[in-house]
Antibody, heavy 120, light 108 residues
Framework: QVQLQESGPGLVRPSQTLSLTCTVS??????????WSWIRQPAGKGLEWIGR???????DYNPSLKGRVTISLDTSKNQFSLKLSSVTAADTAVYFC????????????WGQGVLVTVSS | DIQMTQSPSSLSASIGDRVSITCRAS??????LHWYQQRPGKAPKLLIY???GLQSGVPSRFIGSGSGTDFTLTISSLQPEDFATYYC??????????FGQGTKVEIK
C-alpha cells in the first residue's frame, strides 16, 4: 500500500516560490507502474490537477499555470517535489500529492494535504 | 482542455435512498472516467476507476456507468458514511486531467 506525505512551508510571500515535497512509502518513485502528481484545492472549491512526473523524469503540467510549475524526482530519498513560482493569493490552497496506476491515470493514493497560504 | 460538468451541484437524500450523480464531458472521452469521495478536511478517495471498476475495499453499493460524454455514479442504498462531496475526473488521451466541480450529498 503506497502512502504519501506532503511537507513544506505553510506560508509563502507573494511573488516568491512555493516549494513542497512528497515522501513516498510502500512504493518506489522509480516504479514504471505509477505517475506521481500534485493536485490543489482552494478552500471551499474543487480540485485542480497541477502536473505529474514519471519514473523516467518526464513531466506534464497544467497549461493554466502558465509555466510556473516544476515537478522533480529524488529517487535517493523516494520523494518528488513541487515548485510553483511567482505565487499570488490565488495560489492559496490545500496541496495534495497523489499517485495512480499509469494505465488508467486515476489517483489511487493521496497524501493528507497541506495548506499553503500566500500572504505578506 | 476537456471540461467536466457535474449535476446536481448538491442534493439532499435519506438513508436507504438510491442516489445518482451525473458527469458530462465537453467532448467524447474514452472510458477513463473516475469517481472520488471527499469528506470534510480529508483527501479525496478513489471509488470507481475507468467508468465502472470498483476500487478495492469500496462497497458494492457504489456503481459507475456511462460512455461517450455522459457518466453516472449511483449509490444504490445511501448509508450515513456516504454523506460527502463527490468528484468525477477524466484522463482521456493526454493531460491536463480535469475534475468536475463536485456534488455535495447532504442528509435530508
Amino acid at each position: 500500500q503506497v502512502q504519501l506525505q506532503e511537507s513544506g512551508p505553510g506560508l509563502v510571500r507573494p511573488s516568491q516560490t512555493l516549494s513542497l515535497t512528497c515522501t513516498v512509502s510502500g512504493g518506489s518513485v522509480s516504479s514504471s507502474n505509477y505517475y506521481w502528481s500534485w493536485i490543489r484545492q482552494p478552500a471551499g472549491k474543487g480540485l485542480e490537477w497541477i502536473g505529474r512526473i514519471y519514473f523516467s523524469g518526464s513531466t506534464d503540467y497544467n497549461p493554466s499555470l502558465k509555466g510556473r510549475v516544476t515537478i522533480s524526482l529524488d529517487t535517493s530519498k523516494n520523494q518528488f517535489s513541487l515548485k510553483l513560482s511567482s505565487v499570488t493569493a490565488a495560489d492559496t490552497a490545500v496541496y495534495f500529492c497523489a499517485s495512480g496506476y499509469s494505465g488508467y491515470n486515476s489517483f489511487d493514493y493521496w497524501g493528507q494535504g497541506v495548506l499553503v497560504t500566500v500572504s505578506s | 482542455d476537456i471540461q467536466m460538468t457535474q449535476s446536481p451541484s448538491s442534493l439532499s437524500a435519506s438513508i436507504g435512498d438510491r442516489v445518482s450523480i451525473t458527469c458530462r464531458a465537453s467532448q467524447r472521452i474514452s472510458r477513463y472516467l473516475h469517481w472520488y469521495q471527499q469528506r470534510p478536511g480529508k483527501a479525496p478517495k478513489l471509488l470507481i476507476y475507468a467508468t465502472s471498476g470498483l476500487q478495492s475495499g469500496v462497497p458494492s453499493r457504489f456503481i459507475g456507468s456511462g460512455s461517450g460524454t455522459d457518466f453516472t455514479l449511483t449509490i444504490s442504498s445511501l448509508q450515513p458514511e456516504d454523506f460527502a462531496t463527490y468528484y468525477c475526473q477524466q484522463s482521456h488521451n493526454t493531460p491536463p486531467w480535469t475534475f468536475g466541480q463536485g456534488t455535495k450529498v447532504e442528509i435530508k
